[in-house]
Structure formats: C-alpha cells, structure tokens
C-alpha cells in the first residue's frame, strides 16, 4: 500500500469542497425556484376551484397544468412579467403547436432557426386566439426539448377536446 500525508489529504478534501458547493448551491436554488412554480400553478388553479393532476415544470420560468375532470389548462411562466392564465377546453376548438421561424445565412448554407414555440389555442366563441409560449430565442439561446413537450401537451389536450 501507499501512505497519504494528512496535508494533502486536508488540502485535497477543501479543495474539493470548494469546488462542489457552487455546484449544490446552483442544484438547491434550482429546487426552489420549481417548488415556487408549482406553488404558484397550484395556487391559480385552487383560486378557480380547479386541481391540476397533469402538472409540468420546465427551465424554472414555466409551468402548465391540467385538470381533465372539469377540462381547466393552467399556465404559469415566471419571467419579468408573470403570466398566470386558465383556459376552459369545453370552450376551445382547435390546439396547435406555433412555430415562428427564420432562415439565416447565406444562399449556399441556410438553415432554419427557432425563435418561439408554443401552443396556439383556437377559441369556438369568437374570441382572439390565445397563445402559451414553451420558448422564446431571446430568453434562451437553444432548444431544450421544448418542441417534444409542446407536441405532448397538444396531444394531451386534443383528447380533452
């Protein structure tokens, strides 16, 4: 075997430490901001007599629920404006998945690029459409799965309809 100076293993522990604790930090601040999420969806929801057994978080901002026994969506995004909002599905005809997009380079190497993801619901009364963002280009730099989750809840929601 091999001895290890107490020094170094003191040294080696602190520095260790030292580098792990912005880490637990970034983790718990994280846990938190979610927990406020939720405790804010679940507050709307409990204001409008309505209790969301779907319920998802993503990227700490944005939150949205369901409650399928009386057809209520919720959604909540935390940005520097927060949006609480309800729709009723019985008064909702159609769902669909927006995607604002635009080519960027030159004619050799286009490429497409995302700047908003969201779900656009049409209304059966002749109310404007209304629309819940998943992404936003100008708040995140890159896509983080927000397309699939807005394909789940489009579909989730159709059977709803």
């Not at 939150?63 to 940005?79: E, M, N, Q, R, W």
Request: charged share 25%.
């Amino acid at each position: 075997m091999f001895s290890i100076d107490p020094v170094t293993a003191i040294l080696s522990f602190v520095l260790f430490c030292a580098f792990s604790v912005p880490f637990i930090y970034h983790i718990q601040k994280n846990k938190a901001k979610e927990k406020l999420l939720l405790q804010k969806i679940k507050a709307e929801g409990q204001s409008q007599g309505v209790q969301a057994t779907e319920l998802e978080t993503w990227r700490n901002q944005y939150a949205i629920g369901l409650d399928p026994s009386k057809k209520v969506l919720l959604y909540t995004f935390l940005g520097e404006l927060e949006i609480s909002c309800s729709i009723h599905l019985s008064d909702v005809k159609k769902v669909s998945i927006s995607r604002k997009t635009r080519e960027a380079g030159n004619e050799e190497a286009k490429r497409t690029l995302i700047d908003k993801v969201g779900l656009e619901f049409t209304h059966a009364s002749a109310k404007k459409n209304t629309y819940f963002e998943f992404y936003d280009s100008e708040l995140f730099s890159d896509l983080a799965g927000e397309t699939l989750l807005a394909e789940k809840w489009a579909e989730l929601i159709q059977k709803h309809l």
